[in-house]
């Protein structure tokens, strides 16, 4: 037979493949909650605005109100011939209620129903993405401060650069994760427009009062254009262009812990907590929870390129293309809160071998960078022949198989005479460190006034 809801003007029922391909229920029943909140506020406004009876409503609330407790109770029986989440609500507030829930779909339609829970959906997992990513921050901002004074060589092209400490490491991350924050703060500002009102596309007929409808869920008040929205999901791409982009920096963290997590690296150890072991071979402890984080980057940005290209060519106004903006961002947002979560475990959990990152930091003549400097300074050189002069005693010393610091000072000066005993002040990984206090640097101070920069902000 054909569909209750639609079938009016339908002789037979859909083939079972139509049914198949059609039905969301699978993936948009959760959407429930959103979908009875939205409901409620509607029957609400139809009766304060005279559209229904109060008598109406009020068993439309009380219905509402079961379905919301048999669903969540697990006794709901959802059902694919009623193909969505809207549907099945709205069936069985019928088989509850009776007649009185025919009139809850007056002045709406499941274009601004579906733009409306989905809406709500994302708001809500963005409020609590902005939360894990608070938590990561502040299990950076506790290593930073452990490590302010740790040494370890900071890399560019992953080749040996000028040390650093892992306190002013994990501070990068903090700037970065920060900024996603920012970035979800924002887009929770963009969509925070009631979309319910809009009906079909064209607006309805009815006296409603989406000013109403729009306070009664919580949104700063109603979209403008019922046009846009029922056609717009710019919400959940901006969802998941943040999602990716916050992926791409776990994923890049992802990616340091396990290249420091090597015996070859060993700058620090993954807790046992975080590891795994291998079937065959017994002596191995296994990064699988970074390099999982490391690959949910791949599905994210999946997602954001699938919903991307659903949205690319389609007209004004509501297509059915659109249902398939679920799936996506329910994928990506499972994927960055067991990644975020994973990631702060981690962090929190890590050990730092101190000592392997200081000898490290003091290989590759690190502190090149800081002979060329003391040059510049001291003996009046330009810079660039300063960085001449050093790039000579680093071979020098390459040649002798040693550090900077362990060539002579007979041996410095045949490179050039003016360099004296004080030069070997500044050519140890702590000077080095110590001496880059310029704002944002990695003296320890500076890192330390980032610090607290930061915990004042994150307090406030
Ligand atoms: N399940 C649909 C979706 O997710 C709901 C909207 C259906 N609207 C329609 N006119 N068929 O987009």
């Known amino acids: 037979q054909s569909n209750a809801m639609w079938g009016g003007r339908f ?100 274009n601004d129903q579906v733009a409306l829970d989905f809406r709500l959906w994302v708001k809500a997992e963005m409020e609590k993405t902005a939360q894990a990513i608070d938590a990561l921050i502040l299990a950076f901002l506790d290593r930073a401060e452990e490590h302010a004074d740790t040494v370890m060589p900071g890399f560019t092209h992953l080749q040996t650069a000028q040390p650093v400490t892992f306190g002013h490491h994990c501070m990068a991350y903090v700037e970065m994760f920060a900024r996603d924050k920012a970035r979800v703060l924002h887009a929770i500002e963009h969509l925070d427009e009631s979309p319910i009102g809009a009906a079909a596309l064209a ?5 409603i009062d989406r000013h109403m409808t729009a306070a009664a869920l919580g949104f700063a008040g109603p979209t403008r254009n019922s046009i846009d929205t029922v056609s717009d999901r710019d919400f959940a791409l901006e969802f998941l262009s943040i999602a990716a982009i916050s992926a791409t920096h776990l994923s890049r963290l992802a990616e340091e ?24 071979m017994p002596q191995k402890k296994n990064p699988d929870a970074a390099e999982l984080v490391r690959a949910k980057t791949g599905r994210i940005n999946g997602s954001l390129i699938a919903l991307l290209t659903v949205m690319k060519g389609l007209p004004l106004a509501y297509s059915k293309d659109m249902q398939e ?46 002979l060329a400097d003391w040059l510049v300074r001291e003996a009046g050189l330009p810079f660039r022949d300063a960085h001449h002069v050093t790039g000579r ?34 050519l140890s990984v702590d000077a080095s460190v110590a001496s880059r206090t310029s704002f944002g640097g990695t003296a320890p101070a500076q890192v330390r006034q980032q610090i607290a920069w930061w915990r004042t902000r994150l307090a406030g």
Not at 203 to 207: D, K
Not at 420 to 426: E, K, L, P, R, W
Request: glycine content about 8%.
């Open 393 to 426: 005693a680093v071979a020098a010393a390459e040649a002798k198989g040693v550090a900077l610091e362990a060539l002579s000072l007979d041996e410095l000066k045949a490179i050039h005479p003016d360099i004296t005993d004080a030069v070997f002040s500044v």
């Open 257 to 280: 812990i396990v290249i420091w997590s090597t015996p070859q690296f060993g700058f620090i150890r993954l807790s046992d907590a975080f590891s795994t072991g291998s079937s065959i």
């Open 203 to 207: 607006g309805t007929g009815f006296p």
């Open 325 to 370: 903006d679920k799936e996506q961002v329910f994928d990506a947002a499972e994927s960055l809160e067991l990644a975020l979560a994973a990631m702060t475990g981690m962090v929190r959990d890590l050990t730092v071998n101190a000592d392997r990152m200081r000898a490290a930091a003091g290989s590759g003549f690190s502190t090149a960078t800081d």
């Open 11 to 110: 002789a037979k029922g859909p083939a079972a493949i139509m049914e198949e391909i059609n039905a969301s229920i699978g993936f948009d029943k959760k959407l429930y909650a959103q979908d009875i909140a939205g409901s409620k506020a509607h029957a609400t406004m139809l009766a304060a605005k005279g559209i229904i009876t109060e008598a109406d409503r009020d068993q439309i609330l009380k219905g509402l109100d079961t379905v919301l407790e048999e669903i969540e109770s697990g006794r709901f029986e959802f059902s694919r011939k009623l193909e969505d989440i809207h549907m099945n609500v709205e069936a069985r507030l019928a088989a509850l209620i009776g007649p009185a829930a025919g009139r809850l779909h007056t002045a709406r339609s499941r």
